[in-house]
């Protein structure tokens, strides 16, 4: 009876080890596109979410909810580029545009979401000069809307990489098409 060997050869591994190099190196820049184009999408989505729901909330607490950027997720900043340190929602009752630690006006401010810098983003930038802020009012309209908060990956990327996120007159956001730095 013969002994039959099962397996392979030295020369079959290293063939098949080479063949998954080449494929692997021919599909990294388009993985790489795709994961940024992703990351900017998340990001854009993630801000909409948070800006729907201080509207919510601004409606059901029958109070002014603000969304604001915030370097140290602790206090608003008025930064024109900060949007991509992350940001705040918190209930601003007094109208300050900053959160409130308990005073002989009332209690605190209630901080309801915090964002923390998100990851692979050069900036998120608003086209308006007082675009640090958007407040809903109790009736669900918003004040400092009207404007378009653009997300910029970080690296050389692909022009439909960048996503508008548009915030209407009446204060509801939409993200809008890749590539899109405008709402029209």
């Known amino acids: 009876m013969k002994c039959r060997a099962i397996g392979l050869t030295l020369v079959e591994l290293m063939l098949v080890l080479a063949t998954m190099a080449v494929v692997t190196s021919l599909a990294a820049p388009s993985f ?21 729901y201080a509207r919510s909330e601004a409606l059901k607490r029958a109070r002014p909810v603000l969304v604001c950027q915030s370097s140290n997720a602790i206090s608003c ?18 109208g300050s545009a900053q959160v409130e630690a308990d005073n002989a006006d009332g209690p605190a401010e209630a901080v309801l979401r915090v964002q923390l810098a998100l990851p692979a983003l050069a900036s998120i930038v ?25 997300f910029t990956p970080a690296g050389s990327v692909p022009p439909d990489s960048i996503r508008a996120l548009c915030i ?12 899109a730095v405008s709402c029209t």
């Open 126 to 150: 608003s086209n308006v000069s007082t675009g640090h802020s958007i407040t809903y009012q109790a009736s669900g309209s918003a004040k400092s809307a009207a404007q378009t908060i653009v």
């Open 168 to 179: 209407s007159l009446q204060g509801r956001a939409r993200v809008g098409l890749a590539g």
């Open 77 to 94: 900043t008025r930064d024109g580029a900060a949007w991509a340190n992350g940001w705040l929602v918190f209930v601003d009752s007094n």
């Open 32 to 52: 790489r596109n795709l994961w940024v184009k992703r990351s900017v999408l998340l990001a854009a989505e993630t801000l909409l979410g948070d800006l729907r």
